[in-house]
């Protein structure tokens, strides 16, 4: 009787294993109300009981594919799908009894939108909406019009599922809160080639063009070696974490081994006190635009009572990451810049009289300080910590190679590529909107590199050599200068329109749409405008002006400059402006125009003597009126110099 209870008792093991997967499960970007990419194949792939056989049903001819499941549960198929249209209902069903049933879904053209927060930015939100807003959601009633939200996630390693909001939703008014852009690309697809759109926005605020790039196409990506090495290696997040901060740490000093009191180890290194209110954000006060690490410190007074007595030390919200002691030794550490700080302290270390808080702040990003009321608490009597606070700076960020960057952060190497695009690539598209930039102005020399790189990555992952493209030149920003030739975002904006040198590439300039005290100009419609434009002439060859005229000739003469396009140009009021020239010493100057011809233009300037180089609209925010008369599109920023 125990062998045959042995048994029995095996094979129920043995069937509830083989049953653990026996529900379907689909990636979550397979909803209701999906939209595939039409006449193309999508990869099905997912979990269903180990061994069985799975088939994949739908109403469109055609429409059915088998595969087996491995051992593990898994499958893969690719699935033919039909010419535009629908709706149609898709089966997923491994013989088990339990079926996995998708509704409502068409087949048509599906878009990918991506980037940072002009691409995030709403149709109507909680901290931004377009131009008109209440008129553009009026217009958002298309079920035909399909939009899925990738959910902000990162990941050190490629995943299989993406994190979605809702699933695929028909557009209407209550889908306000996606991407402007994204929505209004899709309203004029829609409304051009009469075919459903499937519409996927995959966007976070803030975020480099680095934290959207795979990792394999980081290697030959100056600055990003080392990220490169660390996560091929296949380190966990806390060893990258380990590893990126003994980067920072490298060649200052080991923070196990911190010498005390902290000032004799900061003075040693010739760094400076000063005084910093707190609670505040320092970016606001004593250190504008830094990012860095900064000891910052305190002198707590308690009464004799106090001491050897436990202590909760309530620091408010540390942005980003803290290193905490107390009277020299590490009490609590934390990565969440919005989370208040709750140290317990052990009484041996409380003494009566002066006790030194000292905490280390790490900004990797945005603001950095101690930006909530703070207090130590002893007894139950409460002392506050709010008022003036000693620091020094420790290790200035602009200064490294971006090594300080943590990977449980949206800024790290490949992190967004792996968790919101990777799951996305068994889904054909046709073609991409990106929208990016800002966080990585001043970097523009491995912008270029890394932007390239990235394009063919995704082509690679999407396994589409080809894959359209489309992405929008930075609107201009900061206050107008007139002569600005190191500008780094007119710097920026080169090194994107270098992409254009990868075929199946367009660029939509914004540079006429900016608002020089808002990085997030409100005008999308514009901006979406010329991103379809691109896409309806170079994807679907409906011939359009999608394009400004390009200078293609340079001609030096006594004292001037003739410029050449390859298009008639038109200026408003009829004098051209926005150029600035240069002499052989490096001498720049404001250039006055002349109208040569419908194709030509002369620049010329009294400070001047002899030009030898160009540059249009390159500033931060620049002023310059030349369109293209047919297309009437603005001429991008160019220079002839580099």
């Known amino acids: ?28 970007v397979f909803s209701d109300n999906m939209v595939v990419q039409q006449n193309a194949k999508l990869t099905v792939a997912g979990k269903a009981k180990p061994l069985s056989t799975v088939t994949f049903r739908s109403d469109w001819e055609g429409g059915e594919c088998k595969a087996k499941a491995d051992k593990e549960g898994r499958f893969v198929m690719k699935v033919p799908t039909p010419p535009a249209g629908g709706p149609y209902t898709i089966i997923v069903d491994d013989g088990t009894g339990e079926k996995k049933i998708l509704q409502n879904v068409l087949s048509g053209e599906v878009w990918l939108c991506s980037g940072q927060s002009n691409m995030e930015f709403p149709v109507k939100g909680d901290w931004a909406q377009v131009m008109d807003a209440d008129r ?17 996630t990162t990941s050190v390693t490629p995943i299989d599922d993406a994190s979605v909001e809702f699933g695929w939703v028909e557009s209407s008014p209550a889908a306000a809160s996606f991407s402007a852009i994204g929505y209004l690309c899709g309203r004029m697809l829609q409304d051009s080639l009469n075919v459903p759109v499937g519409i996927i926005d995959a966007t976070w605020g803030g975020t480099p063009v680095e934290a959207w790039t795979p990792n394999e196409y980081l290697k030959e990506v100056q600055g990003f070696e080392f990220y490169h090495e660390q996560l091929a290696a296949g380190k966990d997040e806390q060893g990258l974490i380990d590893a990126a901060m003994g980067k920072v740490y490298e060649g200052y000093r080991n923070p196990e081994k911190m010498s005390y009191p902290y000032d004799k180890a900061v003075m040693q290194k010739g760094k400076a006190w000063g005084k910093m209110p707190v609670p505040s954000l320092w970016e606001n006060n004593v250190l504008p635009g830094f990012d860095g690490i900064v000891v910052m410190q305190f002198e707590l007074d308690l009464p004799a009572t106090a001491a050897g007595k436990p202590l909760q030390l309530c620091l408010g919200a540390v942005d980003d990451w803290d290193m905490t002691y107390f009277n020299g030794k590490l009490v609590g550490s934390g990565r969440i810049f919005d989370q208040q700080r709750d140290y317990r302290v052990d009484g041996n270390l409380v003494k009566g009289g002066k006790n030194v808080i000292t905490v280390e702040v790490i900004d990797n990003a945005g603001g950095g300080g101690i930006w909530k009321s703070s207090c130590a608490v002893v007894d139950g009597t409460r002392y506050s910590l709010d008022g003036e606070w000693s620091y020094a700076v420790l290790s200035d960020f602009s200064q490294m190679d971006m ?26 598209l046709a073609g991409v909107f990106w929208y990016q930039g800002c966080a990585n102005v001043g970097r523009a020399a491995q912008y270029e590199v890394c932007f390239k790189n990235m394009i063919e990555g995704w082509r690679k992952s999407f396994d589409n050599s080809s894959l359209p493209f489309y992405f929008v030149q930075l609107a201009g920003f900061q206050q107008p200068v007139t002569v600005q030739p190191d500008s780094e975002w007119a710097l920026l904006r080169h090194a994107q329109s270098k992409a254009l040198q990868l075929p199946n590439t367009g660029m939509a300039t914004a540079i006429d749409l900016g608002n020089p005290v808002d990085i997030h100009p409100a005008n999308k419609q514009e901006v979406a405008r010329r991103l379809s434009l691109l896409a309806l002439d170079k994807t679907y060859g409906r011939t359009q002006a999608c394009e400004a005229p390009r200078c293609v000739d340079t001609k030096i003469g006594k004292g001037y400059i003739d410029l050449t396009f390859d298009n008639d140009i038109n200026t408003e009021g009829g004098v051209a402006i926005g150029f600035i020239i240069k002499d052989k010493s490096g001498k720049w100057a404001y250039a006055n125009t002349q109208i040569v ?9 009294p400070l001047i003597n002899n030009p030898i180089a160009v540059r249009y609209n390159w500033a931060d925010y620049p002023g310059g009126n030349l369109t293209g008369r047919t297309s009437g599109l603005p001429v991008t920023p160019f220079a002839t110099d580099i």
């Open 1 to 28: 009787m125990k062998i045959l209870s042995v048994i029995v008792s095996a094979t129920v093991i043995v069937v509830s294993s083989l049953t653990m997967h026996a529900k379907i499960e689909l990636p979550s």
């Open 136 to 152: 553009v959601i009026a217009t958002m009633q298309r079920p035909a019009l399909r939009l899925l939200q990738i959910r902000n």
């Open 403 to 428: 090594a300080y960057q943590l990977p449980d952060t949206p800024h790290y190497p490949s992190v967004l590529y792996n968790a919101m695009i990777a799951p996305l690539t068994g889904m054909p």
């Open 597 to 605: 011809s419908n194709k030509t233009i002369r620049l010329s300037s």
